[in-house]
């Protein structure tokens, strides 16, 4: 039926076309949530799940399991929803499909709850001791349907994509038994131990909550490598040729476990494994998880390692989260469920910490030299130094970010912010090393907090979770100090510079120079042209604007993301084109002349910037040893 026949034919019922009058408008019907909260009480009984993950040319997981059940009537299902280290609730409910569940061999109409997408519920009769449920997930096949994770050579299996569990209780007290049939002649790495049958995988029996936080990653070409007798590098690539790591590339990976262990005093697992893809088929990743990471690169990570530089920051940052983040959890983000919102108030110390640590480890284990880290440091410093958000915006808010724009890229990222408590956060870490070294005369430092935060409870890997009072008490004890004060006053203000002086303090400022750094041209080559710190924009290979910073002379000339810059003073667009009018322009009185197109309409524009190249660099302050240089030494 036509959308207004429909319309007219509702209008035409009495009972909906009469209008109230008075105050006898209908009222909303109250919503009463049916799913029972979680208990931390033992689960009657121990789920099976078994996956079938063969199906890799249409990417589908087929999923058979079975949930014991102790008493008849009304019981719900949930699919997991809010995940740690998501920072929001992205579980890809979008993705199940096919989903029948039987008690004695009988089908039970389920009905998915009308505010709780993520919960089924179902009707369990007399008498049934389990239900068995089947449904299938389904891979994203293109980029814009979300990540892939199945390929015909390689899978990422994320357990919680593929298991429904009980409402009502704890997920660390369901017990749950996977088995996982791979394609033949493939291997598969992860953190549950598991016993292999052909080509069919029976795990161990653990909490769902281990579970969960417990991937794997599968392949047809796969190879492994003791960094350290508790940590294994596991690798899969489309090609085997991506696999050949120099014993000098495998030595800084080796290094980067002996300085973490050594920054952090303590291990919080029994076993760690990297799960490296090298792959442009599967969708990239960096997850944290308590004995192991997913970690997603593109091919060239060992083979063209001169060129992977920015890449090899991945390992180093996700490798940190074991201690911060999953050993140390925020409380207010520690949850009985995948139900229950996780909040995010302490994204500042679980991200911006691990940021801060995944640079120094970089450098410490030689895994990226001690001048590539400075030089990245300085991007990020510039970034912040630039963009004009921190006017109306705190530090705190944007760790509702993940919520707010589920990691969508953002228009006009300068002025909106985005999940700056990575980057920002690293800058006010770095300013507390550097008040620490000061305040001390020079005996105490950030290291001292790592250890004195996580570095208790050796092969521990449960939770110890923390608050506001207890970061701030902790670095109180290492040197007194109104710590609270300050880290609130980072967190909240508004209408100040960046907190880049952190840098400046530890013995470099940041500085902007007509010539790029060696990591800047690195890093700028896979997005295009980047003149953010002159005209204040980013272009593509075909000069498409895929970011504008906010009052730059781009933005006053009208650009916004999306304008394509069709040529530069009479000539057809290129990157080194728009380079060279910046220099032509600089100390002139002659704007630099571009023709730019917004959707239909084009048009030419005059921008009146006569400063020439701006790059960031860090540059040296005084003489001797600073705190950054002792930061980032090898201890």
């Known amino acids: 039926m036509h959308r207004y026949g429909l319309f007219a034919l509702l209008l035409s019922t009495p009972a909906l076309a009469q209008v109230p009058a008075g105050n006898s408008a209908p009222q909303p019907v109250p919503y009463v949530d049916p799913i029972p909260a979680a208990r931390d009480v033992p689960y009657p009984g121990t789920m099976q799940l078994d996956v079938d993950a063969t199906d890799t040319e ?14 008849a009537g009304r019981t719900t299902l949930l699919y997991p929803k ?56 389904i891979s994203a096949t293109r980029p814009d349907q979300g990540r892939i994770v199945m ?65 794997i990653l599968a392949g047809r070409y796969h190879r492994n490598i003791a960094l350290s007798p ?60 308590h004995r192991s990471s997913e970690n997603g690169v593109s091919p060239g990570y060992w083979i063209d390692w001169e060129n992977s530089t920015a890449r ?19 409380a207010d983000a520690f949850t009985p469920d995948y139900r229950t919102p996780m909040r995010n108030s ?23 030299s001690k001048q590539d880290t400075l030089d990245a440091y300085a991007s990020i410093a510039a970034g912040f130094d630039t963009a004009p958000a921190r006017q109306w915006r705190d530090l705190a808010d944007t760790t509702n970010d993940p919520v707010i724009s589920a990691r969508r890229p953002k228009g006009w990222a300068s002025w909106q912010r985005s999940e700056d408590y990575y980057n920002e956060g690293l800058m006010v870490w770095m300013e507390v090393d550097a008040m620490l070294r000061q305040k001390s005369g020079g005996t105490k430092s950030i290291d001292d907090f790592a250890r004195a935060f996580f570095g208790m409870r050796d092969g521990d890997w449960g939770q110890l979770t923390y608050n506001f009072e207890d970061v701030a008490s902790t670095l109180n004890g290492i040197v007194p100090f109104d710590w609270a004060g300050f880290l609130r006053q980072r967190l909240t203000e508004t209408g100040k510079p960046a907190p880049v002086n952190g840098f400046a303090m530890n013995g470099y400022k940041l500085i902007y120079t007509p010539e790029p750094t060696k990591y800047w041209s690195l890093t700028e080559r ?71 197109r917004n959707g239909q309409q084009v048009r030419s524009v005059l ?16 003489t001797g040893e600073g705190g950054l240089d002792r930061l980032l030494a090898p201890k």
Do not use: C
């Open 230 to 289: 508790r940590v294994d590098l596991a690798m899969y690539a489309d090609n085997p040729r991506e696999l050949n790591a120099t014993p000098a590339q495998i030595d800084t990976h080796k290094r980067l476990v002996d300085q973490a262990v050594k920054t952090f005093g303590a291990q919080h697992y029994d076993r760690y494994t990297f799960l490296l893809s090298i792959t442009d088929q599967l969708g990239g990743i960096g997850l944290e998880h």
């Open 82 to 137: 809010w995940l740690p280290g998501n920072h929001a609730p992205r579980g890809e409910i979008e993705k199940l499909a096919g989903l029948v569940i039987r008690a004695g061999g009988r089908v039970l109409p389920w009905t998915r709850d009308p505010v709780d997408v993520y919960a089924f519920h179902i009707d369990v009769p007399n008498g049934a001791r389990q239900l068995d449920v089947e449904f299938q997930f």
């Open 151 to 215: 390929t015909p050579t390689m899978i990422s299996l994320q357990p919680e994509r593929v298991s429904l569990y009980p409402a009502g209780y704890y997920t660390r007290q369901i017990p749950v038994q996977m088995t996982v049939k791979y394609p033949t002649g493939w291997t598969a790495s992860g953190a549950v131990p598991a016993r292999a049958t052909g080509a069919t995988y029976t795990y161990d029996k653990v909490n769902y909550e281990t579970l969960v936080d417990s991937p």
């Open 312 to 330: 090899r920051n991945l390992l180093p940052h996700e490798y940190a989260h074991s201690w911060d983040g999953k050993f140390r959890r925020g």
């Open 58 to 71: 249409r990417g589908i997981f087929r999923v058979k399991q079975v949930i014991p059940v102790a008493t």
């Open 346 to 368: 302490l994204l500042w110390v679980y991200e911006g910490q691990t940021q801060f640590w995944g640079y120094v480890l970089q450098a410490r284990s030689g895994i990226v």
């Open 607 to 622: 921008i009146p910037y006569y400063d020439g190249p701006r790059y960031p660099r860090l540059q040296k302050v005084g």
């Open 526 to 596: 896979p997005r295009g042209t980047d003149v953010s710190y002159s005209l204040g924009f980013v272009a593509d290979k075909d000069g498409v604007a895929t970011a504008v910073i906010w009052n730059s002379p781009a933005f006053k000339a009208g650009f916004k993301t999306g304008t394509t810059v069709l040529a530069v003073n009479g000539e057809a667009f290129t990157g080194d084109r728009l380079k060279a009018a910046i220099i032509a322009a600089r100390g002139t009185t002659t704007p630099i002349a571009l023709t730019i």
